[in-house]
């Protein structure tokens, strides 16, 4: 049973030591743990320090792509290298090493195929009220979008079998702690949360600028999901507001007319007759949307397949050439 931990990392070198020093050597039940940084366009040292320090490989980026991208970069490298779990952390030492045994755990006992670690949200001293309160309605958002229980969506500290891991996509450029959640929601992969310990604060978060900028890409990538999806079901709740608000206009205009009063109310009418014709169109949008996820299921089936054939010709080489599938990696010895 093989263990990689992966920490993407953006001008990292002066936190690194920390996060790396806190990783377990040893866990019960796994044979082998190896360590893999994404140097997602580092400007610093920060590649000179996973040297030192001992990462088994190094996947590079020549110029900064965002965290989706490196998380993909980092999950296809290590399928490649022959990972059957596949952790994900953070370089800024946020979350303690210590519980990465706790994250596996349900793996290795085929309980779970993706495991996310719940944050003491309540208990973190420096975040602040509001962004508690965000944290909190973010993940109920984002239960409710992927049907499932997760009670700390923003989470980027989890675990993910290796059947998990080829099938998992991320589109937006942003993040991928809610769009995988999302997916894995809606393709009925199992999931599940453990409590996990987070340490003191290195440095202020890069993700975002401010809060309301988070909330506002997040909710982009919640809404663009979910219409990924269920889009039938985003367009038929989105088509009843205007087909009902006819409705209800019409039959007001029906009353007038049996009661003889339709003077002045045609523009009742012809206002109700344009808001369930757009009804009527955005629930005919959701039926080709849902065709169009269909197929786009199909093809999530063909691309599971042949990233699977792929992984299996190169599980467990060194040698293998990460610069066929990124924009510059290889393992650093």
């Known amino acids: 049973m093989k263990l990689i931990i992966q920490i993407p990392c953006y001008n990292e070198e002066e936190t690194l030591h920390l996060a790396f020093n806190d990783l377990p050597r040893h866990i019960d039940g796994i044979d082998t743990i190896e360590y893999l940084i994404i140097n997602d366009g580092s400007k610093d040292g920060t590649v000179e320090v996973a040297k030192e320090l001992g990462f088994h490989y190094i996947v590079n980026f020549k110029q900064n792509k965002g965290l989706a991208k490196g998380f993909m970069a980092g999950l296809d490298a290590c399928l490649h290298l022959g990972a059957d779990i596949i952790v994900n952390t953070d370089a800024d030492n946020q979350y303690c090493g210590a519980d990465i045994e706790k994250l596996v755990r349900p793996i290795l006992n085929n309980e779970a195929d993706i495991v996310i670690g719940e944050r003491p949200i309540d208990q973190t001293e420096h975040f602040s009220w509001k962004k508690k309160k965000f944290q909190h309605l973010g993940s109920w958002v984002v239960q409710v979008a992927s049907s499932s229980d997760i009670p700390d969506a923003p989470s980027g500290f989890r675990a993910y079998s290796r059947e998990a891991a080829l099938r998992l ?25 453990v409590p996990i310990r987070t340490n003191p604060e290195t440095r202020p978060s890069r993700l975002f600028s401010s809060m309301w900028r988070y909330m506002k890409r997040s909710a982009t990538v919640i809404i663009r999901s979910f219409i990924m999806y269920r889009p ?11 087909f009902l608000a006819g409705v209800a206009l019409g039959i007001r205009y029906l009353v007038y007319l049996f ?11 012809i206002l109700a007759a344009i ?5 009527f169109q955005t629930f005919v949008t959701g039926l080709v949307s849902d ?21 299996a010709q190169t599980d467990g080489d060194g040698a293998y050439d990460f610069s066929s599938q990124l924009p510059c990696a290889g393992k650093e010895k």
């Not at 995988?180 to 393709?187: H, K, L, P, V």
């Not at 039938?232 to 205007?242: D, E, H, K, Y």
């Not at 808001?275 to 009804?279: F, K, P, V």
């Open 291 to 311: 065709i169009i996820a269909a197929n786009r299921k199909l093809l999530e089936d063909v691309q599971y397949r042949l990233r699977k054939l792929d992984c």
């Open 169 to 193: 996509n991320v589109t937006n450029s942003y993040t991928y702690t809610l769009e995988t959640i999302i997916q894995a929601g809606q393709d009925r992969i199992a999931m599940t949360s």
């Open 232 to 242: 039938l079901r985003f367009f038929t709740i989105l088509g009843c507001v205007p």
């Open 275 to 279: 808001l369930i014709l757009m009804g």
């Open 259 to 269: 009661a003889g009063q339709t003077a002045g109310h045609i523009q009742s009418l």
